[in-house]
């Protein structure tokens, strides 16, 4: 495998996957750079670049195999593996996340969910029963968790992950506004829900007239 | 203002706004990139060439004013304005947003969810009650209508962003994990959660040893 492989190709890995997935779906067994470029409109060279990085998997002629090059992404993105998950906010979006089964799908599980507020604790959402954000601290102990959704308002967010991480949560899937300084170590993905919204305005704004 | 700005670029200006709002609050007048650059994560330098994009607006030796700044950003975003968006899917994410009050407080109202689930039309979510997607058309009619939030499963993603832009819809915040085909003209703002976390289980095995 490549040494340094920058953020930009990292982000496309995900969609090289679902792609690969449909295709897999498909029947298909092989497929040209041609080909997967134009499903994912991106151009046949970018294809190639992008999987260069991770060492190839192709032959000059014949294209890629597309359960190949599917389990290969699949295994430099982690994901064939399971991922445990803890919900910290019982609120919209963190309801939202327990409720969903398509990230269960593909491997990552809620196996709890916390907050502060003694409305929403022992309440029920989907299986689970919202814990008292008290216990946490034991929970994470006696229970094996890979990655902490932070679902939690934006003013409470950093302490809450400092706290976090002095328990050993070493990844945060964060969807505060808020830029969130962690431990070394640590691992973050943003979900800046907002802030897309506020550069789909911009491209609003800027495009070109029809 | 400058012409062509870079994507990355833009992706980082409501970040910029973010900040100066926090900034404004606590009741800063003017902010150097040296100081802006160590909230941010950036260095000094980034921020003086993203803000140069645009034009400027700082002066050598001053700094930036805060107030000034935050509001020429948020001219560039489109922000000082009022968007109407209408929600298609009364699933987990489409009442998550429904619900949430955040996007409102920014400008980003939502003024109608629909849905084709007999079970969902006619229930209420906050303010709102659930309406019968055969009634969509007349509404866009009628109502003026921003942004369409495309809360729907993946499958028929594609078929209701086609119909809305055969409406006039010419801006979507896709959900669906699909690349979505629009006609010209249309922008697209897409919230891909599964890849996100894909890309976070990535970051996770790929991290740097504490």
């Known amino acids: 495998m490549a040494g340094y492989v920058s953020d930009a190709v990292i982000r496309r890995l995900p969609g090289y996957y679902r792609h690969l997935q449909e295709l897999e779906r498909e029947g298909a067994q092989q497929i040209s750079s041609q080909e997967l470029g134009a499903r994912m409109n991106l151009t046949a060279s970018q294809i190639r670049q992008d999987i260069n990085c991770f060492g190839g998997f192709g032959r000059q002629g014949y294209g890629y195999s597309v359960p190949e090059l599917r389990e290969n992404i699949g295994r430099i993105l982690g994901i064939d593996r399971i991922h445990s998950m803890l919900i910290v906010g019982a609120g919209n979006i963190g309801r939202a996340i327990a409720n969903s089964n398509s990230f269960e799908a593909s491997g990552f599980q809620t196996t709890a969910i916390f907050d502060v507020d003694p409305q929403k604790i022992g309440t029920r959402i989907g299986d689970l029963t919202v814990m008292d954000m008290a216990d946490i601290h034991d929970y994470i102990a006696d229970n ?20 976090l991480s002095s328990y050993g949560i070493e990844a945060f899937w964060n969807f505060a506004p808020v830029d969130l300084k962690l431990p070394e170590g640590c691992v973050l993905m943003n979900v800046h829900l907002e802030e897309g919204l506020q550069v789909l305005s911009y491209r609003m704004l800027n495009k070109r007239p029809r």
């Open 144 to 163: 094996k968790v890979d990655i902490c959704v932070l679902a939690v308002p934006a003013n409470i967010a950093q302490a809450v992950a400092q706290e």
